[in-house]
């Protein structure tokens, strides 16, 4: 149990230091942030408040959101989610120090950023995912409301994702004057990422079966 868990907390934490230097390249392509960092983004930006930190106390209330909808099904080690969009967090915050490169203004540098941003969240996803410990807290949260409804968790996230994209394009115009945060890189966030994710998959499955192969 122990030797499982040396390997699958390293690979995820992996998967979220990919996922937190695709959340800079999103952010530095200016055509919008993938869904479930768009309020932690959109919050910082008008606050003022350093972004890791903004998504670690979000991601936190995730948490607490599932204590509330799970309530005697929560688990106790659903917290140590909390553990991890701390260092979620951090990743985030280092990422954005260490990439100082400016925002692209030319259009087809702004969609290289993105495709590179979508890629790196794609691999950071399957990382984590790979590493088969626990949701992130979104995603938690999604699994939750499909338990308790009994509604597809695809159908959950399409309606989680598209509320809180509503909800930071809302607090934007209201605090800010102006859209931030939601543009068409969200939406193609949204279409691509999950799809790579799958192709990531089949070709790691398919990398463990051609081992298998040569070993026997």
């Known amino acids: 149990m122990l030797m499982k868990l040396l390997v699958k907390i390293p690979k995820y934490c992996l998967g979220l230091l990919f996922l937190a230097v695709g959340v800079t390249f999103s952010i ?61 967090g951090y990743f985030v915050s280092f990422s954005n120090k260490m990439l100082t490169f400016p925002v692209a203004e030319f259009y087809p540098l702004q969609m290289a950023y993105l495709a590179m941003s979508i890629v790196l969240v794609a691999i950071g996803v399957t990382l984590y995912m790979g590493a088969d410990l626990m949701p992130m807290p979104a995603e938690g949260v999604m699994i939750a409301i499909s338990q308790l409804t009994g509604i597809s968790f695809h159908k959950v996230k399409m309606i989680f994702d598209t509320s809180v994209v509503i909800i930071s394009a809302a607090v934007s115009l209201v605090f800010a004057g102006r859209i931030l945060g939601v543009r068409e890189g969200t939406v193609l966030s949204a279409l691509l990422v999950g799809k790579l994710v799958g192709i990531f998959n089949s070709m790691a499955l398919t990398g463990k079966g051609r081992a298998r192969t040569d070993v026997e």
């Open 28 to 88: 530095k392509s200016n055509l919008g942030i993938s869904p479930v960092n768009s309020i932690g983004y959109v919050l910082s930006v008008i606050m003022g408040i350093d972004q890791g930190k903004v998504i670690t106390v979000i991601f936190s209330i995730y948490v607490l959101l599932q204590l509330v909808l799970l309530r005697r099904k929560f688990k106790p080690q659903y917290l140590l989610q909390i553990v991890f969009s701390t260092i979620f």
